[in-house]
Each structure stands twice: as structure tokens, then as C-alpha cells.
């Protein structure tokens, strides 16, 4: 089974300018988060789909932030404009919870794609 | 405010012997509660995880406590193998596991040979 892949890896970007981060979630799972990991922290959730409807996006800057899930499966996040405290890893992952049949917690488990390693200079 | 601390961020172990690492957590809400193992330039991998319902979970060489009263858990891992030297994330949810996870800061642990 494929995992949660994510592109790009790697990007360097200087303040105030954009960038969008892309994530294909496990086949058939129907939530997908988006967590922000800054160096020496834990992961923290920046908003939570489930399908194409948003269930939590209260930890999102929306001023500068913004995401979306088109058609329940793909998703994109994007930054603009960047400032130097964006710099992090952005962490996708996805989970059978929502999915039809999935509602055990043991369905409910995130997988997580390598990230994206964002710097902003 | 932290909801979710692991208060060691790092852990020295010999080869064999038992690792033991440490959680707390200050929301009532979480039921459900995870750890997760991360080696550099990788996501987190789900190791194992637990309903607030029980108050112990096995698999394998991995074993999770929880002591809801102390908002405590803890994972086990015996014995240590030279493999298991990661950074391992503590997180809570609530919903089942359905929400949006709270992680810890990490612990990184080292197994000596």
C-alpha cells in the first residue's frame, strides 16, 4: 500500500514571497491533516479535512495561510506572503476516520507523508 | 499552554535493557492517546496507541500505560535494539482519534551498545 507522499521536499523561498506544499493522502482515507513542525517542537495541526469539507482549521493564520482538499482526495496548502517564522516542516497526513466502515478508533490512526522542509530567508 | 509534555528530551539506554518514556497531558477531553516514532528526514510512524478506556496496551516489544487519574502515560519498550534510536513523539486526541492530534516536544532516545 502507498503511503501519504508529499512534494516538494525541500524549499527555499525569501520573506513575502509564496509557496504551495501538495499532498496525496493513502487511497481511501477519507481525513486528511496538515501539521506545521517547527525545529525542537512537536507537530502542531493547522487544519483538519474530512473529504472536501473542513472539520478544524482554528489553529490556521488565516491572514497568510490558506488550504483546500478539491475533490476529497488531493490537497494544497499554501503560504502568502512567507515570513521567517514559517520556517518549518509541513507534515501531511490521513486517517480512515469519516470513512464509511472506519469508525473504530484503531481506523482512526494518522499516517504521515516525509513533509516538506520549508526555509524562509 | 502545553497540553501534552514529555519533560525528557533526550534518554540514554545500554542495549537489551528497558526504555522508558514519559507523557503527560493536562486536557480532560483526550481519550485516545499515540506515540509515534521519527528517524531524521521521515515523518512520524505510529507505534502504538490506546483508548482512555483501557489502561494498558501490548505489541510486541511496545507496551503503553495510561494512568488516567495522573494524566500519565508511558511506553515501554524491551528489550532496547540499536534500531529503536529515534525521536519518539507522545500525542492525544480526542473523538476517538478522529480529531486533530496534540503532540509532545519529543524524546530522543539512544540505545547504547
Known amino acids: ?121 | 499552554d502545553q497540553q501534552v509534555k514529555q519533560n525528557s528530551p533526550s534518554l540514554s539506554v545500554q542495549e537489551g535493557r528497558i526504555s522508558i518514556l514519559n507523557c503527560d497531558y493536562t486536557n480532560s477531553m483526550f481519550d485516545y492517546f499515540l506515540w509515534y516514532k521519527k528517524y531524521p528526514a521521515e515523518g512520524p510512524t505510529f507505534l502504538i496507541s490506546i483508548s482512555s478506556i483501557k489502561d494498558k496496551n501490548e505489541d510486541g516489544r511496545f507496551t503503553v500505560f495510561l494512568n488516567k487519574s495522573a494524566k500519565h502515560l508511558s511506553l515501554h519498550i524491551v528489550p532496547s535494539q540499536p534500531g529503536d534510536s529515534a525521536v519518539y513523539f507522545c500525542a492525544a486526541g480526542s473523538g476517538g482519534g478522529a480529531d486533530g492530534l496534540t503532540f509532545g516536544k519529543g524524546t530522543h532516545l539512544i540505545i547504547q551498545p
Open chain 1, 1 to 121: 500500500e502507498a503511503g501519504v507522499a508529499q512534494s516538494p521536499r525541500y524549499k527555499i523561498i525569501e520573506k513575502r514571497q509564496s509557496v504551495a506544499f501538495w499532498c496525496n493522502p493513502i487511497s481511501g482515507h477519507a481525513t486528511l491533516y496538515w501539521y506545521q513542525q517547527i525545529l525542537g517542537q512537536g507537530p502542531k495541526l493547522l487544519i483538519q479535512f474530512q473529504n472536501n469539507g473542513v472539520v478544524d482549521d482554528s489553529q490556521l493564520p488565516k491572514d497568510r495561510f490558506s488550504a483546500e482538499r478539491l475533490k476529497g482526495v488531493d490537497s494544497t496548502l499554501k503560504i502568502q506572503p512567507a515570513k521567517l517564522e514559517d520556517s518549518a516542516v509541513y507534515l501531511c497526513a490521513s486517517s480512515l476516520a469519516g470513512t464509511s466502515g472506519g469508525g473504530s478508533p484503531s481506523h482512526n490512526e494518522q499516517f504521515f507523508g516525509p513533509g516538506t522542509r520549508l526555509t524562509v530567508l
